[in-house]
């Protein structure tokens, strides 16, 4: 896969799917040579000189590692469900842009997680949003035509609203 990869790099730009598929290729044997590193008591090597397995593996399908990891949750999750999330590893390989579709991945699935939640029942929160609106003083503008009737509520002075809160 590293030499097809060399052999075409010049010829033609590969998509973040295809960066991703070819990072997927060395990354068993990198993973396999830091474990043996960490298990032989050698330090780490420097970032100059290689640096993390990720960077390696992502050194090795041209682009950095959190652009090739972003590719990567992109394409698994159109592989898992291509009716739902096929459109944004399109977008991605069309654009050859990663951050935008990996933004909307993890839009969805928390929105997805959002509206699996059972809602709470009404006094028994925790809720998600809460929405107060508190008799806030204001002044009454004489020369201000839209303050000419009474107020339609209670006002409360800001010292009061702090200490209804406590």
Known sequence: ?????????????????????????????????????????????????????????????????????KARAVRDAAKAEPEKFGKLQADMDRTGRVDGPFKRLKVMRQATAICAEQPPLPGQGPYRVLVADPPWPYEIRKDDPSHRATHPFPQMSIAQICARQS
């Open 1 to 69: 896969m590293l030499g097809e990869y060399a052999e075409n790099t010049f010829c033609m730009q590969f998509t973040p799917s295809e960066c991703a598929d070819i990072a997927d290729a060395p990354e068993p044997i990198e993973r396999a040579l830091a474990r043996e590193r960490q298990l032989a008591g050698k330090p780490p090597e420097k970032f100059s000189e290689g640096g993390e397995a990720r960077h390696k593996i992502a050194k090795a399908a041209g682009k950095s590692a959190p652009s090739v990891a």
